[in-house]
Every structure is written in C-alpha cells, then in structure tokens.
C-alpha cells in the first residue's frame, strides 16, 4: 500500500500510505498540528519542495496566510498536489483542496506521516534528510595508516 507498482515501463499511481483520519496513528505530530500547524506545514513544505524553501519561511507564510480568507487552505491545497504528483499518489486538485478545506489538520497530517512512512525524519529537515542519507557515503581517497611503504 502506498508504493508505486510497475506495468509495462509505467508507474501507476499508489495510494497515501495512511487514511486521511488516521491522526491517532502519530500522536505527536497529531498534537503538533493541533496547536501549532504551521511548524506542520513549514517541515512538510521544505521537504517537499526539496530544501528550497525553508522551514520557517514556509511556516511564516501559512501563518500569515492564517489572517486571509482561505489562505491556508490554498497552501495546503498547493502543496497535497505537488506532494501527491511527486509520489504519484491517487487523487485529483479537487480533492487535494476540499481535504484541507473540511479538516486542514488532518490534511497536514496526513501529509507528515506519508513523507515519516517514505523513510523522511521530518524534523531534519530536507538537508538533515540528504546528510543522514550520505552517512554512509565516504568522500575522497581512503587514509593510509603510516604512509606507503615498499
């Protein structure tokens, strides 16, 4: 569930990997969102727009965009659709904007837990994400102990 199968060289579209009421499944991120959605909403944007926007920027906009008439809900809408054509997960614009509409946080909370279930440590950040990544990954020549010798 959730992953993206392969038919004839392409790719058909997956389902979110937990059901849009499914808060209960994260506690934490579901009280973080509760009380403070734009910290929800800046580590799910910079992740999703893949480090170039950063998470207090993002989190900036959605409460600014708090003070406007659907403002919010046409970020969130925004950035379900470019997380759900990223993955290609099922689904449609119209969808992706009545979602956030009738139960913002649910939205947002679905959408931390889909990139949390894709192997993201959503706090990190999308940086911390790409270093903890490359851990593993050595860089340049290996360091001889005492030199070369014949």
């Known amino acids: 569930m959730g992953r993206v199968t392969e038919i004839k060289g392409k790719p058909q579209e997956g389902e979110w990997s ?15 969102t509760c009380w403070c959605p734009c910290v929800t909403f800046g580590r799910v944007a910079e992740i999703v727009d893949q480090g170039s926007s950063s998470c207090c920027a993002a989190g900036v906009a959605y409460m600014l965009s708090l003070f406007t008439v ?13 997380m759900r054509k ?20 649910c939205a947002l909370t679905q959408a931390y837990r889909e990139l949390t279930k894709r192997g993201f440590d959503v706090p990190l950040g ?13 860089m340049g ?3 001889v102990q005492g030199g070369m010798m014949r």
């Open 141 to 143: 020549a290996p360091v």
């Open 126 to 138: 999308w940086q911390g994400n790409v270093d903890r990544h490359n851990a593993g990954v050595g």
């Open 18 to 32: 937990t059901g849009f009421c499914d808060c209960c499944a994260d506690c934490s991120s579901c009280c973080m």
């Open 70 to 82: 659907c403002g919010s809900v046409f970020l969130s809408c925004k950035y379900r659709t470019k």
């Open 86 to 105: 990223q993955y290609n997960i099922k689904g449609s614009e119209c969808g992706d904007f009545l979602k956030p509409f009738f139960c913002e946080r």
